[in-house]
């Protein structure tokens, strides 16, 4: 990082930025904390590893899952960490594969993927993502057929994306927290195939 805020240790320029938020009325010390604490203490791709496996057992849930995601989000105790924006998932199929993206800066659902990877900020993928999936993809080591579809979803401050991705052969033998190991963040994204 350079700039005019270079000199500054990463503690004291997210201080001074707290400050700012809090002097404009933006927010209180109290909601800083929590937004925070959400973010570095529960924000995991196992979140949206979860909601991914219901739905691979459950397709009731799937239905929700697809139909408002918030609130699908919410029935697996995810509500508070994925207010604000719209949750959207979308579902892979064989003949669908989905991708997500935020081609503006890194807008995705954290609570339910983790912190964003530093890949998915970078301008490489942020461009490259809408312009040549395929090729993207095939970086990532997923190789699609050409029959397959590839929708890129570019996600904004409003309206974040979820992939849910192809259901794992051998499902109806596994229990969901088995089928939830199998579902990773790059999967939830569209960068893997689960
Ligand atoms: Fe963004």
Same mark, same amino acid.
């Given at each position: ?55 691979? #057992?459950?397709?009731? %849930? !799937?239905? &929700? ?5 918030? +609130?699908?989000? /919410? =029935?697996? *105790? ?42 998915? #900020?970078?301008?490489? %993928? !942020?461009? &490259? ?5 395929? +090729?993207?993809? /095939? =970086?990532? *080591? ?53």
């Amino acid at each position: 990082m350079s700039g005019e805020h270079g000199e500054l240790p990463i503690a004291a320029r997210v201080r001074r930025l707290e400050e700012r938020l809090i002097a404009a009325g933006l927010a209180t010390d109290e909601e800083l904390d929590e937004i925070l604490e959400r973010v570095f203490t529960s924000a995991s791709p196992v979140n949206g590893a979860r909601m991914v496996a219901r739905s691979w #057992k459950d397709p009731d %849930y !799937r239905d &929700r899952l697809l139909a408002d995601g918030n +609130a699908a989000a /919410a =029935e697996l *105790g995810f509500g508070a960490g994925t207010r604000g924006y719209l949750l959207k998932a979308v579902e892979n199929t064989p003949d669908v594969h989905n991708m997500i993206v935020c081609t503006l800066c890194s807008c995705y659902p954290t609570a339910l993927l983790g912190p964003s990877p530093s890949w998915y #900020k970078s301008f490489a %993928y !942020r461009s &490259r993502a809408v312009r040549e999936p395929r +090729a993207v993809l /095939a =970086e990532f *080591g997923l190789e699609l057929p050409d029959s397959t579809e590839i929708r890129v979803w570019d996600a904004n401050s409003e309206t974040r994306y979820l992939v849910l991705p192809l259901r794992a052969e051998g499902a109806d033998e596994m229990d969901e927290s088995e089928l939830a190991s199998l579902v990773t963040r790059n999967g939830l994204i569209g960068t893997a195939i689960r």
